[in-house]
């Protein structure tokens, strides 16, 4: 989709610029003597904050009187920001860049709050607002609650003809999409800019804002219960999410390194015991092995999947092995047939690495309840995130399970006998609480992944970008040399989901030859990304005592160098998605 042809109410360009303006002010001013200059940061931040705080209420506001009142606060609140801008320029808190940057930024939001002032002025406001108020209440998705994705659904809603719903008798002529045609809402002194929406990796706000009630009245039962450690509220989320995963037993703790940690505990891994993993994971995966003194075996990767290659796994089976630990990476689970078949064999311990993975499945089965432990993560980026650190193990096994209750709590039982050397890996209640609102919700984010992955692939396909992902990958990274990572230039090849597996989208992860421009277009545009993982486990140098050099695992190598996550979160719009591939196309055409 073209982004010049989206149609946007101006109203949510101001609001938006308005946010990155916020945005600017907040980095800007978070650095050096800026910062420590705090009478001046306050004041310019407070004043970012207005503007974007009075459109946001002029939204809401039905009356063309107060919704005008809000903007001519959020104009005075433009020539604060300017006249802060020119002080901290003075003071050589900033660049004369980024100054002039930042000033044109205001000075765009300014133009923007006034052109609607004028605009409001003429009067039809009133009626077009009230039409499209309704009309949103009626047709818009339900996942739009904060008011910026409710202000994008009625544009998607009135703009789209193939999102537009039949007419019935329930729908009056007066919201029929005849009438709402942007040419209702674009008078000619008011014609779309050509600003794109900048779209951040990960908008955790959008999430909390359709759910905060129902949040803090859940942080004000452990408040009004002031039992914080363990407790009710954790043993009701380890049924719960044991029972969302198809486990027996689920057990708080700490957090998803802990939750790793702990199960290799529970095992009595010890020093010199080999544990197969993967290197192309976060650093947790293999940290926790290497703890415990035990050494992380790597094996590489299906180049498709990004998951351990379970074909590579029993050529490095040695005496020594006691676990094989794959990791179910970005939200799509390992191969895990082959996976427990060698396991078996070989009479080792399976622990699943599900911490990006909650919900995924393979032919059926969640992760977390194929191994004999499953390890989740509940840090506020996964798809199930607390308000901080948090994690869990699932085990369909009662003797671990109660081994594993008994080490995160220094191995005592009764208190202060101390049965283990254990450790306090224990879950807060207050997290607890958190998660039990979320998991609530989260088949229905997970939902808005997938459906945000298949419009990437709809997007990606109609751009021209796509290659064959089997074709490029599977016969190129085998048969690569070191270092020689190099794919069909401007392409991209797109998450590859196996045959039976329900992928949760905790990541969605591209992968092209010039990575380095794409990433500049997207940083260019405001878009966040990530590259999820740079530099392979095998490679670090905190593991350079196991011995592995560059090319030892070229798969996970060539996937460490051409892969870049993008945004995926439920609460993305078809703009935002839109413009996200635009930039993507700017990057790989500029080859
Ligand atoms: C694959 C993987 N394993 C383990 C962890 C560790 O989880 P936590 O950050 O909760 O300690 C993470 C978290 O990012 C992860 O992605």
Not at 310 to 335: C, K, N, S
Not at 343 to 370: C, F, M, N, P, T
């Amino acid at each position: 989709m073209n982004m010049a042809t989206i149609e946007r109410f101006e109203d949510l360009e101001a609001w938006q610029r308005a946010r990155e303006l916020t945005n600017v002010i907040y980095d800007m001013s978070d650095v050096g003597a800026f910062a420590r200059d705090f009478g001046l940061r306050d004041q310019i931040r407070r004043a970012a904050v207005s503007i974007m705080s009075n459109i946001a209420e002029g939204f809401e506001s039905r009356t063309s009187r107060l919704y005008i009142e809000h903007l001519g606060r959020a104009k005075a609140s433009c020539g604060e920001v300017r006249a802060q801008l020119y002080l901290a320029h003075d003071r050589q808190y900033v660049s004369g860049e980024v100054f002039e940057q930042t000033l044109a930024l205001a000075e765009s939001v300014s133009r923007l709050t006034h052109g609607l002032i004028r605009y409001l002025s003429n009067a039809r406001i009133n009626e077009i607002r009230e039409d499209t108020a309704c009309y949103a209440e009626e047709y818009a998705v339900s996942y739009a609650s904060n008011f910026a994705s409710v202000h994008y659904q009625e544009v998607t809603v009135t703009t789209n003809e193939s999102q537009v719903p039949p007419a019935s008798e329930s729908s009056p002529s007066h919201l029929q999409p005849s009438h709402l045609q942007p040419s209702h809402l674009q008078p000619s002194h008011l014609q779309p800019s050509n600003l794109q929406p900048s779209v951040p990796l990960l908008d955790l706000k959008a999430q909390y804002t359709a759910i905060r009630d129902e949040i803090r009245a859940a942080i004000d039962r452990v408040a009004d219960a002031q039992q914080f450690i363990l407790g009710p509220e954790v043993e009701a989320l380890e049924h719960e999410v044991a029972a969302y995963s198809g486990c027996a037993y689920g057990i708080g703790v700490s957090s998803g390194t802990d939750a790793l940690l702990v199960a290799l505990m529970a095992i009595d891994i010890r020093p010199g015991d080999e544990v197969i993993t993967t290197p192309y994971t976060f650093f947790a995966t293999a940290g926790s092995i290497a703890r415990l003194g035990a050494v992380p075996v790597f094996v590489d990767i299906d180049p498709l999947t990004f998951n351990i290659d379970p074909t590579a796994i029993e050529a490095r089976i040695t005496p020594r092995t006691r676990v094989i630990m794959p990791v179910h990476l970005y939200g799509q689970m390992a191969d895990m047939d082959p996976i427990m078949d060698i396991a078996q064999r070989h009479g080792l311990v399976v622990i699943e690495d599900a911490a990006q993975a909650i919900g995924s499945e393979y032919k059926g089965r969640r992760a977390g309840s194929i191994g004999h432990m499953g390890c989740f993560s509940f840090f506020p980026s996964k798809n199930l995130g607390g308000f901080g650190d948090g994690g869990m193990v699932t085990t369909n096994d009662a003797a671990l399970a109660e081994r594993i209750r008994l080490l995160r709590g220094h191995g005592a039982h009764p208190k202060y006998y101390h049965k283990l050397i254990g450790g306090n890996f224990r879950l807060d209640a207050l997290q607890a609480a958190v998660l039990r609102v979320k998991l609530k919700y989260l088949d229905d984010w997970t939902a808005g992944r997938q459906r945000n992955a298949a419009t990437y692939r709809r997007l990606f396909a109609e751009a021209g970008l796509t290659i064959d992902p089997p074709s490029c990958l599977t016969a190129g990274c085998h048969a690569r040399n070191k270092g020689d990572c190099t794919l069909p230039p401007g392409r991209v090849v797109l998450p590859v989901e196996a045959p039976d597996r329900r992928h949760i989208y905790n990541q969605f992860v591209i992968r092209m030859a010039q990575r380095d421009r794409v990433m500049a277009a997207l940083k260019a545009r405001r878009i966040g990304h990530e590259i999820y993982y740079p530099v392979p486990l095998h490679l670090q140098e905190c593991f350079a005592y196991l011995g592995q050099r560059p090319g030892d695992l070229p798969a996970s190598e060539c996937a460490a160098a051409e892969t870049l996550a993008l945004p995926i979160y439920p609460e993305l719009t078809d703009a935002m998605l839109a413009a996200v591939v635009e930039a993507v196309a700017a990057g790989v055409r500029e080859a």
